[in-house]
């Protein structure tokens, strides 16, 4: 259960590893969450996606019916559908915490993330990725250097709050019709640490 006036998408982020890359030790804290998932079915499939602040309020939704080839394409999908729609509401300064079920495209999200700081954005190691997405994985990375900071979580599928939006994207096809709201939030507040860090001694 989120704590009050705490994200839902946080308390996801915060319990989650993420791939190749560690949680910043100065703070848990982003400014947006944004948690993705696509689903893919021979009769069709589906994008999900959830956006919210970190302090807990719901900035928009988003139920899609859609018909990827399969489902790594729809995972990529989803996130690139994401990224675009929170980048209407969120500013570049803005530090993000994405929300995934699909470890390999989390690791790619962190493995870029990492070679965004360097001189050329080459990765430590190759990027690998499935065939079909490269418009989306160029999409993708482009959102990622378009925020301050970036950082992917992973989760299993029933821990994802996008997967029923993903899965049933006709049932939820209602959350697309209510308004986004329109936030545009520059960085404040106090650092929070980490909960493997807060109750540690300086000297630890």
Same mark, same amino acid.
């Given at each position: 259960?989120?704590?009050?006036?705490?994200?839902?998408?946080?308390?996801?982020?915060?319990?989650? $590893?993420?791939?190749?890359?560690?949680?910043? $030790?100065?703070?848990?804290?982003?400014?947006?969450?944004?948690?993705?998932?696509?689903?893919?079915?021979? +009769?069709?499939?589906?994008?999900?996606?959830?956006?919210?602040?970190?302090?807990? &309020?719901?900035?928009?939704?988003?139920?899609?019916?859609?018909?990827? $080839?399969?489902?790594?394409?729809?995972?990529?999908?989803?996130?690139?559908?994401?990224?675009?729609?929170?980048?209407?509401?969120?500013?570049?300064?803005?530090?993000?915490?994405?929300?995934? +079920?699909?470890? +390999?495209?989390?690791?790619?999200?962190?493995?870029?993330?990492?070679?965004?700081?360097?001189? +050329?954005?080459?990765?430590?190691?190759?990027?690998?990725?499935?065939?079909?997405?490269?418009?989306?994985?160029?999409?993708?990375?482009?959102?990622?250097?378009?925020?301050?900071?970036?950082?992917?979580?992973?989760?299993? %599928?029933?821990?994802?709050?996008?997967?029923?939006?993903?899965? %049933? $994207?006709? &049932?939820?096809?209602?959350?697309?019709?209510?308004?986004?709201?329109? &936030?545009?939030?520059?960085?404040?507040?106090?650092?929070?640490?980490?909960?493997?860090?807060?109750?540690?001694?300086?000297?630890?």
């Amino acid at each position: 259960m989120a704590a009050m006036g705490r994200s839902t998408l946080r308390d996801r982020f915060d319990e989650a $590893p993420t791939p190749h890359i560690a949680h910043p $030790p100065y703070t848990h804290h982003r400014d947006f969450y944004v948690a993705t998932d696509g689903s893919f079915s021979r +009769d069709g499939g589906g994008l999900g996606a959830i956006i919210e602040t970190g302090n807990g &309020e719901r900035v928009t939704r988003l139920a899609v019916a859609d018909h990827p $080839p399969d489902n790594n394409v729809a995972e990529y999908r989803a996130l690139h559908l994401g990224l675009d729609t929170l980048a209407a509401h969120a500013p570049a300064d803005a530090s993000v915490g994405i929300v995934l +079920d699909h470890d +390999d495209l989390a690791a790619n999200v962190n493995a870029a993330v990492l070679a965004a700081r360097g001189p +050329d954005f080459r990765p430590l190691t190759d990027f690998t990725h499935p065939p079909g997405v490269h418009h989306h994985w160029r999409g993708i990375r482009a959102r990622i250097v378009g925020f301050d900071e970036v950082r992917a979580a992973t989760v299993v %599928s029933r821990d994802n709050p996008a997967h029923p939006l993903a899965n %049933s $994207p006709t &049932e939820f096809a209602h959350v697309n019709r209510t308004p986004a709201r329109p &936030e545009r939030r520059t960085r404040g507040g106090s650092q929070v640490p980490p909960p493997s860090r807060a109750d540690r001694n300086a000297s630890d």
